[in-house]
Structure formats: C-alpha cells, structure tokens
DNA sequence: ACAGGCGAAACTTTATACAATCTTCGCCCG
DNA sequence: CGGGCGAAGATTGTATAAAGTTTCGCCTGT
C-alpha cells in the first residue's frame, strides 16, 4: 500500500491502467522510496496494483526507455543506477536544453500559467516548511516540468521527463550534503524572471540553478566503484 | 565499468526477435515505404516476421514512445503524421543539439572513426550516384547518428536517433522538390571541419546545413489542412 | 574441508485463449 | 433517395498457461 492512487499530481492519462502503474512506479523512484538497483518483480508490482503481468510488463518497458529502469534479459527490472559519467551527460543536456525551454515559456507566457506557478511555488514552500524530504523532492522535479509545459514544445517536453527522472536517480546517489535537492529560491527567482518577461535573466538564472546542482554532487569517477563495492558489501 | 544498460534502445544484438521486428519496421518507414497514416496491424506484421502479437506489440510500442508510430486505443498503430508544428519543433531541436554533439564528436576525434566517417561519405557518394533514393535517405540519416555516436554521449545519441526517424517523416511529407533530402556536399564539409578539429566552422557547417534543410520544406500551417485534404481525396 | 557439478525452484519470455471494443455493411424508416 | 439504426465481423486489450533460462542450494568426489 505504499502507492496506490497518486491524487492529480500529473494525469494526461492516468484512467490506464498500465498509466498508473508506471506513473505509482514512477513516483515511487523520484521520491527515493525505491532505491537503485531494487528488483522491480512483475508478479510483486502485479500484487500491488492488482494487474497482471502483462499490463506491468508494458509499464516496465516504457520506464526502460525513459531510463530510469533496467532490463535485463531473463534476469528481471532494476531501477537504474546510473553511472558519474550518466550523471555528467545528463546535467549538460539539461544546461544546454532548459535554458531554451524558459526562453519559450516567457513566449507562451499567460495569467494562468503565471498563477499555476505561483500555486507550485507555494506547494515547494509548503514541503520545506514541513522538512517533508519526499515531496521536496518531487515537487522540485515538477517545477522544471511545468515550464516545459508552458514552453508547449512537445519534444523538449518528452526529453526534459526522461531527465528530470535521471536526475532524480543521480542526486539521490550522489549528492553531497543532505540539502534540499532544489532551492527553492532559484526557482522563485526564475518565476520573477518569467514575470518580468526578462529572457537573458530567466535563462541565466537557470543555467546557474543546474549548475549549483551539479556542483553539489560527487561526480569523481573512481566514486563509481567506490559506491558499487559498498552496495555489495552491505547487501 | 561503464557498459551497463546499453542493450536498451537500439542494436547491439539484432537476435532479439523483437529488435529485428523494431528494426525492419523503422527501416521500411525511414526509407519511405511505409507512407504516413498507413495502418500496421497486429496480425499482418506478425505474420510478416513469423512472430507473435505478443512480440509485434513490444515492437509497436517503443516506436510509439520513438514518435514515429502513433497508437490509438482500440484502434491499432499507424504510421505517424507529424503536424507542421511538430516539424518546426523537431528541427528546432535538432539546431539546438547537434551543434554541441559535433563539438563533442571533435573531442572524442580518432583516426577509426575518421575511416567510419570517410567510408559512410563514400558510401552516401555511390547511393546518389545510383540515383537510389531510399539508401540515400537512410544513408543521410546515419551520416547525422554517426555523429553522435562519436560523440560519445548516449542521451544526446538517444535524442537523436528520436529526432532522425520523425525527420525522415517530415521530410517525406513536407518537402517541396524531390531533391535528395541531404547533400552530401554539406555531409562532407562537415567531415572535413572535423578533420581539421574547427570546432566553430563544424558547428556552422552543421547549423546552416539543417537551416537548409527545413528551408526546402513548406511548412506554412494552412498546408496541414491543405495536404490532409488532398490524402482524404487521394485515397 | 573444499571445489565442482547436479537438480530444483523462481523468474522471465513466449504463445494462446478469451473478452471488450470499434468498424463496417446492410436494412429499415422517413 | 438519403440518413439513421443494428447486427456481424474484425481487431485490439487482457489474462492465463506453457516453455526456456538463470540462479541458488545441496550433494558428491577428491
């Protein structure tokens, strides 16, 4: 019972069945209830969400090419583990793609998408207020994806979810200190930037929000093995 | 190591049974034989390879989540129709990424994959001097995910390989004369930046070279209504 | 005592059968 | 003669069962 029916967080289609076990798998891994490399079982994801291997086996597939699960033949699902080369690919990608993507949203900028990230940015505040790590955590990823949306370029969209699910993945794994994933001042300031229509601000507040991220991380490659032998050695 | 989930979206191992199904049909609708709208049943591609639905149906949905094949609920999969706007969004984006992967193709430059690029302009050469327009087609799309295999960024390779295949559609259905889809003038001009190791002439040579390419298409939007009326009486 | 192989269990993979849904064609009515 | 309604056909969505593969435990031989 540890996600059965997410309340409207995103739901373009969540009537699917096979929807919502990926988008209750999907949060599971964002909010770091499940951690990389947990077995991903269909008959115990089946259990969960009373489908049938089929509909979990479509589900999982989907989050393989989003790249936040693993599938290896004949051995099962695994939530990824994305390596600090992965990590590396991943933040220049976001530096290089959602600068643009603001620039678009001032474009399409409208009083209801204003107030929609103002609600967001309540809800952002509302989570730290309460230290609630999990829904900091997830909330900070739809931050990024609401602009997107607003930007309404469907392809930078469809790139920016697979990132945001990455990044979700390698902060947990790498991330220094235990500070909160986004400061949610970036994100208020980037929303004056939207406000005042102010593209070169918006984009530079942007630029410099990732790569404050990224700067909080531990990317040293030897890191990799370091970490892959403590997995062993713990489990 | 960092060789850990590649077996995930295209071909290390053609034996998988569903990645010769994936394959074969992304190769039929990249070279133009599968037109766009053209209906692709269960059955008739089940029989085609000798395959199950159940396999067929894996196949169908990652193209789907590629964006070249368009899954309607209770309805089947069809080839994919992008809209305009969908082309102006898929060309923006490839102006924005393919810059920098050729930046980073120039980085990672060795004197193999040199001899990949040379052999693939050869190649492209006798393609067009065949007069054959689908290797020519193919052939122009590889030149591009050639280089970005080089590059050596597997989410910026990922992108592409998304963005090709739904450029290979919109070529087909938006250009205005029936001249090859790429020169290879521009192919090997880009080549031979790369050679010298200019990073800001491959960029430009890469820029101008898709800037030339969506300009032969025609994409004013009332042309959506006027192409989807002459396919509704043509047919 | 330890290395190597054998066997059973669990899992994924594949195939088939059933149910729900949409499309199409024919018929009836206005 | 045109349009709406209804049943047959076809196609997809879902579930279940059979087949193949890997892994782990256990046993035997040295």
């Given at each position: 019972?540890?996600?059965?029916?997410?309340?409207?967080?995103?739901?373009?289609?969540?009537?699917?069945?096979v929807?919502?076990?990926?988008?209750?798998?999907t949060?599971?891994i964002l909010?770091?209830?499940?951690?990389?490399?947990?077995?991903?079982?269909?008959d115990?994801?089946?259990?969960?969400?009373?489908?049938?291997?089929?509909?979990?086996?479509?589900?999982?597939?989907?989050?393989?090419h989003?790249?936040i699960?693993?599938?290896?033949?004949?051995?099962g699902?695994?939530?990824?583990?994305?390596?600090?080369?992965?990590?590396r690919?991943?933040?220049?990608?976001?530096?290089?793609?959602?600068?643009?993507?603001?620039?678009?949203?001032?474009?399409?900028?409208?009083?209801?998408?204003?107030?929609?990230?103002?609600?967001?940015?309540?809800?952002?505040?509302?989570?730290?207020?309460?230290?609630?790590?999990?829904?900091s955590?997830?909330?900070?990823?739809?931050?990024?994806?609401?602009?997107?949306e607003?930007?309404?370029?469907?392809i930078?969209?469809?790139?920016?979810?697979?990132?945001i699910?990455?990044?979700?993945?390698?902060?947990?794994?790498?991330?220094?200190?235990?500070?909160?994933?986004?400061?949610?001042?970036?994100?208020?300031?980037?929303?004056?930037?939207?406000r005042?229509?102010?593209?070169?601000a918006?984009?530079?507040?942007?630029?410099?929000?990732?790569?404050?991220?990224?700067?909080?991380?531990?990317?040293?490659?030897?890191?990799?093995?370091e970490?892959?032998?403590?997995?062993?050695?713990?489990?």
């Amino acid at each position: 019972m540890a996600a059965k029916s997410q309340p409207k967080s995103d739901a373009p289609d969540a009537s699917d069945r096979v929807s919502r076990i990926r988008e209750g798998v999907t949060a599971a891994i964002l909010e770091h209830r499940l951690l990389p490399g947990t077995k991903l079982g269909e008959d115990e994801i089946g259990d969960i969400y009373g489908a049938s291997r089929t509909l979990v086996r479509t589900a999982l597939q989907q989050l393989a090419h989003e790249g936040i699960v693993n599938i290896e033949k004949h051995r099962g699902a695994f939530v990824a583990r994305p390596s600090p080369a992965d990590a590396r690919e991943v933040f220049e990608a976001r530096r290089l793609i959602e600068p643009t993507i603001v620039d678009h949203a001032i474009d399409a900028v409208s009083p209801d998408w204003l107030d929609r990230l103002g609600r967001h940015l309540t809800e952002e505040r509302e989570a730290e207020r309460r230290c609630d790590a999990r829904a900091s955590v997830r909330l900070s990823g739809e931050f990024h994806r609401l602009i997107a949306e607003m930007s309404g370029h469907s392809i930078y969209l469809g790139f920016l979810k697979e990132l945001i699910a990455r990044s979700s993945l390698i902060i947990l794994l790498y991330r220094r200190h235990d500070t909160p994933a986004c400061g949610t001042n970036h994100h208020a300031e980037i929303v004056t930037a939207i406000r005042k229509g102010d593209k070169v601000a918006a984009r530079g507040q942007m630029l410099s929000h990732l790569r404050e991220i990224e700067a909080e991380l531990f990317l040293k490659d030897p890191a990799a093995d370091e970490l892959r032998l403590a997995d062993v050695l713990g489990a």
